[in-house]
């Protein structure tokens, strides 16, 4: 399992890494704190998954992957945006590319856009990429398959 | 797996069985016609997980246990209900007990009111009896579990 | 103002009459027990004009224009509908026509169907007859309009 | 009619003055873009309050009032905002006090946080001061009070 690109990890104690969780399952969130459809679904999708499974071999992680407006959605407005929105998960922040347009980890992903969501099984396989929120019946579906 | 006490099938032309139906997890929605939970958020769930999951050995049905106001939903209004509400899968009725207060099926699942959800894995065991609505991230999760 | 043409009033004790009711604005609430927009949207929203304008010169009505499933949606029926959705207004039954299809006020209103809304003035004119559920921001604004 | 105090309007090319829009009735939005109420339910009703009375005699404006995150929430994140959220009216920055805590026109009206709503009739008397988002059918029925 190839790891995230990050810069830097909020909101977590822990060093995090994809390889090190093996044996959960982990959704990556893929957002940016001025997407509308990231604020209004899912993050709170996120919040609630992560309360939801907090017994089970789940791991909920955030990845800021800023690809426009990169001057608004600095690191200290990502941090009360954290705050502000009872985020509990680590968040990573995806690192800037050179020439600042899409970072490192959207890129090496070819993510289209922002929210995106990443599921990965117990063994480190990526099971689901999806561009644009997941409805809430498939995503618990998708979580039932993994965790069982 | 012991069966639904049923006097009459609606909404399908197959004789139905929870013993025919072996194989398939089944959905059993517990409702009243006129029980505004049943009406506003799982009626319209099941028909939802009946089209998600057409392609899946997943049954979906629906089960009319009628304990109170017994002459405002007989068959007749409940055919009414089935067609404006766009019910998709076969509804039995949940025959009357000599008494008719509450039916036998109800009665025999100590069911305490109307939603009630009954899912059955796919060797029949009774995984999941639940009064009220249940939330969509949950359900899934239990299909997921299920189907996988 | 011509008044509605009625078989018989339900959920009050007092006699109905839009003229007697003149000085105040009035909603009709025209519905089917069986009409899901009717019961998702339109009811619950009636239920909550109710409440909030309960000190105001308003007065909210309900009129069960069946025009189709005539016997699913009789008398009894209703009367268990309107205990269940803890409606708390009068509930006038349209007068079925002796053709038993569309009954007489809907009829005499041109209705094209449920729901409907009509609401009249406190000097008796119409001022909406609206077919399909009416925006909860219009809705507020027309009667802040006709009670200043 | 005294008026806001802004260190800086967006959004707009015109110069806004409350006086100057006399004879309209204005309602004026005040938020932080990392308010969760804010960004979830009012600025889409703002929105939206904005297209649906685009005809009448009706000002929709922002106020952005920051009173904690001062460093998350800068202009140049504001004016992201704005673009990423389709806000459509006029922004108003809250002037910072010297102290750095409540913004000016915030201390002057005595509001208690965000979302605050504002409603000025149209000889430029406050006809609400309200803390928490603003029901539709209420909000409907003051502007249809105000403007008829």
């Known amino acids: 399992m190839s ?7 909020l909101n977590t104690k822990d060093e995090i890494s994809l390889d090190n969780l093996r044996g959960s399952v982990i959704l990556v969130y893929v957002f940016q704190m001025l997407c509308p459809a990231c604020v209004i679904a899912s993050i709170p999708q996120a919040n609630k998954i992560q ?10 992680l955030g990845l800021h992957s800023v690809f426009e407006h990169h ?3 600095k690191e200290q407005s990502l941090i009360a945006f954290i705050h502000e929105f009872k985020v509990k998960f680590p ?3 995806d690192k800037a590319s050179v020439s600042r347009g899409i970072p490192q980890t959207m890129e090496k ?3 289209q856009g922002t929210p995106t969501l990443l599921i990965y099984d117990k063994v480190g396989d990526l099971k689901l990429r999806r561009f644009g929120h997941v409805d809430d019946i498939e995503l618990g579906f ?3 398959s993994l965790l069982s």
């Open 71 to 73: 001057d608004a959605m």
């Open 3 to 9: 790891d995230l690109i990050v810069s830097k990890w």
């Open 51 to 60: 309360q939801m499974f907090a017994q089970e071999k789940l791991q909920v």
């Open 142 to 144: 998708i979580l039932g």
């Open 91 to 93: 968040v990573a922040i």
């Open 109 to 111: 992903y070819s993510m």
